[in-house]
């Protein structure tokens, strides 16, 4: 090899051996690039799994604070469902003004509910889609509520018209027949108020005092018939006792022969013949006197054995 040949081979491994040693620091920046780029990446996915975590436990937040509403909402319908719906639904048809209350609050009553709906869910959307359908949930018990408690007042409001009708009709047929008027205008007072309990109170009284009055009514009555009813008997025993009575003795007289009157039947008894001469002179023993007329003196009588003395 010549020294020409040399010299261009040592050339040739100079600029072999140099751009070997340049090519260095570019490596060592692209595994810095590399593990920079791979912090990044790390960095970057944690923060997203970060706030991936955040916003479903927001989104399991908001449908629990929703399941909440719902549960305060279905306990509020539930208790008036099993209680004063319930009761008012029991109300006769006869004690309402409007029966057709009653007819709509029992179908009101018979309302399906929503089915229910779990927060638990896997995924951020799933959540959201559940807390939506809490809210209607929740919003539907709520207007039911408001609705159902409209109809319970409003057979609330229908019995009270049929309890101020009555009182009222009750307070127009007593007049004049009760025993103390002031239950009446404590009646009229509770009907312009229309107050059910000072109502249910005054038509009590109204009721006891129109009993008082009957009775009272039915005794002096029953007083009046029994005193006229002794006056009549009274009446017909004096009647009787007249009719039965004998009537007193009276004498009568009739030409000088002696008549008497007995008792009721008229009969008179004459003296007889006999002793006609005994009578003619004064009678004794307390006898009513006889009257005698003395014949003429020195006439004959014609009767034998007479003494014309005499």
Same mark, same amino acid.
């Given at each position: +090899?010549?020294?020409?040949? #040399? ?48 916003? +479903? ?30 009761? +008012?639904? #029991? ?17 009101? +009553? ?42 319970v007042k409003a057979v609330e409001t229908s019995k009270l018209d049929k309890t101020v009708d009555d009182a009222d009709a009750l307070y127009k047929e007593t007049d004049g027949k009760v025993a103390d008027g002031k239950t ?14 000072a109502i249910a109170k005054a038509v009590k009284e109204v009721n006891e005092s129109k009993t008082a009055k009957e009775q009272a009514d039915a005794e002096a009555k029953a007083r009046a018939e029994q005193e006229a009813a ?81």
């Amino acid at each position: +090899m010549t020294e020409k040949e #040399k010299a261009i081979e040592d050339e040739t491994v100079e600029l072999s051996i140099e751009p070997t040693e340049k090519k260095k620091p570019h490596r060592r920046r692209a595994v810095v690039i590399t593990v920079v780029a791979l912090a990044l990446l790390a960095a970057g996915g944690i923060a997203w799994k970060t706030h991936t975590d955040r916003l +479903m436990a927001e989104a399991r937040a908001d449908c629990a604070a929703e399941s909440e509403r719902l549960h305060v909402a279905t306990t509020a319908y539930n208790a008036l469902l099993d209680d004063q719906a319930a009761s +008012m639904a #029991k109300t006769d048809v006869k004690s309402v003004k409007d029966a057709k209350t009653l007819d709509v609050l029992s179908k009101a +009553m018979m309302s399906s509910t929503p089915k229910a709906v779990s927060c638990k869910a896997d995924s951020r959307d799933a959540v959201v889609t559940a807390t939506k359908a809490v809210t209607a949930n929740a919003s539907w018990y709520k207007a039911h509520t408001r609705s159902l408690n409209g109809l319970v007042k409003a057979v609330e409001t229908s019995k009270l018209d049929k309890t101020v009708d009555d009182a009222d009709a009750l307070y127009k047929e007593t007049d004049g027949k009760v025993a103390d008027g002031k239950t009446r205008a404590s009646l009229l007072d509770a009907i312009k108020k229309r107050d059910a309990d000072a109502i249910a109170k005054a038509v009590k009284e109204v009721n006891e005092s129109k009993t008082a009055k009957e009775q009272a009514d039915a005794e002096a009555k029953a007083r009046a018939e029994q005193e006229a009813a002794a006056a009549a008997a009274q009446q017909q025993a004096q009647a009787s006792q007249s009719q039965s009575a004998p009537q007193r003795q009276t004498p009568s007289y009739s030409g000088g022969s002696q008549s008497q009157s007995q008792g009721s039947s008229g009969t008179v008894r004459r003296p007889s013949s006999e002793g006609s001469s005994s009578s003619s002179s004064a009678n004794t023993g307390g006898s009513s006197p006889g009257w005698s007329v003395p014949a003429p003196s020195g006439e004959d009588t014609g009767l034998p054995g007479s003494d014309p003395g005499l």
